[in-house]
């Protein structure tokens, strides 16, 4: 049966074939322009899924190679100041042996203790070392010196922290190594409730003064923080304000934490000075969270109360047995009835030894130091032992006090106290050398992840090569054929529709 075609359905046939025709030639011509296959949804939802997900890793491994790129100079002058330090150790040994021989005489003993004098000088400033304007050894405290050097000893004036960055997704690894750890002692005790605002920040403690509270549905409170308080009564302020903020010590008993519980949220939670005042800044609960804020360290001095299971960030300090020598005078001390610092400073004092053992000016370790004028007090620790080292009596990482007791031995000509000194000095550059291993194996680490992160932008950017990317060839040849069949789809178009207003006057 033959069916009647309409000239309007030719040309709605004609038009849709070119239409047709004229959006894949648009199509090729942006891939091949646009070197894409991808260039909108719904070209390939799959496609660009995958895609989205491929540039946001490519985005993150970037980050983390920007991350490493930028900070492992941290970690590098960290073995650079310890290789250093290393050096001066063992040119301090090479003299404390040369000043026990026989040739040796007080006048040589003294030109000795002026090179050890510039060997303190090289360890000190190796220690204190900055990079970017920051001291690499002061913990987080990195705005000050972390070590000074008196003719009683050095103090560390940093904290326990580290500076860390994040490597790769969840992972985060500390690019310094504090100065209590590497070249100094800091016992570290934890705060407790009744702990003494004045007792906080290595002893210059919380000036009186008020700061707000604001919580996240915007109820705000002032606390008044009065000269005298402990860490209990701020606590126990900000938790009977009236607001959604609840107090309480951190879980490693080194700052405050605060909690809101604000049921709705309208701004972030918020702690202001009152008056230009500093309370806030040194209870170390300054600025904005969104939600939990957990202070910094409140850095805690010792105090002959302060238990030995509160030292090391309430971990505790186990102590063996140690050896005072000075002079003729020698004992062995044992700490096993001791509970507080105050009960090891005493069984020191008592050992009959001529000696005054003490708490450091920093708070953070103790001093013995000898009541003869002629002679230096030096403490050995016993065997495998690290009590000295880690109380700051010496040996260990206190290099520097070991450094200041030779000088002081060579001043006074007292050759017990240089011979003394050789095994701190023995333990003091294996200190040193464990920080350095310590230090390359993070080294190694990074550039190893810096190296994975590295080769993984190659093979994602491969992959997204291979999911958006157009085939130019492919394309190039569909468009030849497109415009191939617009031709043809023309020409025989111009011979069905060929009627015009004259065919139909005729």
């Known amino acids: 049966m033959v069916q009647r075609v309409t000239n309007q359905s030719i040309q709605n046939t004609v038009l849709n074939n070119i239409f047709r025709i004229t959006e894949g030639l648009a199509k090729a011509q942006a891939e091949i322009a646009s070197g894409k296959r991808i260039l909108k949804p719904s070209d390939d939802p799959a496609g660009l899924r995958n895609s989205l997900s491929l540039r946001t890793s490519i985005r993150l491994s970037t980050q983390f190679i920007r991350n490493i790129d930028n900070n492992k100079i941290f970690i590098q002058s960290t073995d650079s100041a310890l290789q250093s330090v290393s050096l001066g150790l063992t040119r301090a040994k090479e003299l404390a042996i040369r000043e026990l021989g026989g040739t040796s005489t007080a006048q040589t003993r003294g030109f000795a203790a002026v090179e050890i004098g510039q060997i303190i000088s090289q360890t000190l400033e190796a220690a204190n070392t900055q990079v970017k304007d920051q001291f690499i050894f002061g913990g987080t405290q990195t705005r000050t010196a972390p070590f000074q050097v008196s003719a009683s000893g050095a103090i560390y004036q940093g904290n326990t922290d580290s500076f860390t960055i994040e490597i790769a997704k969840d992972i985060n690894v500390a690019l310094t190594l504090p100065g209590s750890d590497a070249l100094g002692t800091?016992?570290?005790?934890?705060?407790?409730?009744?702990?003494?605002?004045?007792?906080?920040?290595?002893?210059?403690?919380?000036?009186?003064?008020?700061?707000?509270?604001?919580?996240?549905?915007?109820?705000?409170?002032?606390?008044?923080?009065?000269?005298?308080?402990?860490?209990?009564?701020?606590?126990?302020?900000?938790?009977?304000?009236?607001?959604?903020?609840?107090?309480?010590?951190?879980?490693?008993?080194?700052?405050?934490?605060?909690?809101?519980?604000?049921?709705?949220?309208?701004?972030?939670?918020?702690?202001?000075?009152?008056?230009?005042?500093?309370?806030?800044a040194a209870l170390g609960i300054l600025g904005k969270r969104d939600g939990s804020l957990t202070g910094?360290?409140?850095?805690?001095?010792?105090?002959?109360?302060?238990?030995?299971?509160?030292?090391?960030?309430?971990?505790?300090?186990?102590?063996?047995?140690?050896?005072?020598?000075?002079?003729?005078?020698?004992?062995?001390?044992?700490?096993?009835?001791?509970?507080?610092?105050?009960?090891?400073?005493?069984?020191?004092?008592?050992?009959?030894?001529?000696?005054?053992?003490?708490?450091?000016?920093?708070?953070?370790?103790?001093?013995?130091?000898?009541?003869?004028?002629?002679?230096?007090?030096v403490v050995n620790d016993i065997g495998v032992g690290t009590t000295a080292e880690n109380l700051g009596l010496g040996g260990g990482r206190n290099v520097l006090d070991t450094l200041i007791k030779l000088k002081l031995a060579l001043e006074k000509d007292d050759t017990v106290a240089i011979l003394t000194t050789l095994q701190n000095l023995d333990s003091g550059l294996d200190s040193v050398n464990e920080s350095r291993a310590?230090?390359?194996?993070?080294?190694?680490?990074?550039?190893?992840?810096?190296?994975?992160?590295?080769?993984?932008?190659?093979?994602?950017?491969?992959?997204?090569?291979?999911?958006?990317?157009?085939?130019?060839?492919?394309?190039?040849?569909?468009?030849?054929?497109?415009?191939?069949?617009?031709?043809?789809?023309?020409?025989?178009?111009?011979?069905?529709?060929?009627?015009?207003?004259?065919d139909f006057l005729r």
């Open 438 to 502: 310590f230090v390359g194996a993070t080294l190694r680490r990074i550039e190893s992840t810096d190296f994975i992160h590295d080769q993984d932008i190659v093979d994602q950017r491969e992959q997204l090569s291979n999911t958006e990317d157009a085939d130019i060839i492919k394309s190039a040849s569909d468009l030849a054929s497109l415009e191939l069949a617009l031709n043809a789809t023309l020409n025989t178009t111009a011979r069905i529709l060929q009627p015009s207003l004259l």
């Open 186 to 280: 800091d016992l570290n005790p934890s705060v407790t409730l009744s702990t003494l605002l004045s007792d906080l920040n290595g002893g210059k403690g919380v000036p009186a003064g008020q700061f707000t509270i604001t919580d996240r549905g915007g109820n705000s409170a002032t606390i008044t923080v009065a000269s005298g308080a402990t860490l209990g009564t701020v606590i126990a302020s900000i938790n009977s304000a009236g607001i959604k903020v609840s107090a309480a010590l951190n879980g490693s008993g080194n700052s405050i934490s605060l909690t809101d519980t604000s049921p709705v949220i309208t701004q972030s939670l918020t702690i202001a000075e009152v008056s230009g005042g500093t309370t806030g």
């Open 296 to 377: 910094s360290d409140l850095n805690s001095r010792v105090t002959s109360a302060t238990l030995l299971t509160n030292l090391n960030a309430g971990s505790g300090l186990v102590l063996d047995d140690i050896k005072i020598i000075n002079g003729a005078a020698s004992a062995t001390i044992s700490f096993a009835s001791a509970t507080t610092i105050g009960d090891a400073l005493n069984l020191i004092n008592s050992a009959g030894l001529n000696v005054t053992a003490s708490i450091n000016s920093a708070g953070n370790g103790l001093r013995v130091v000898s009541n003869n004028t002629t002679t230096v007090a």
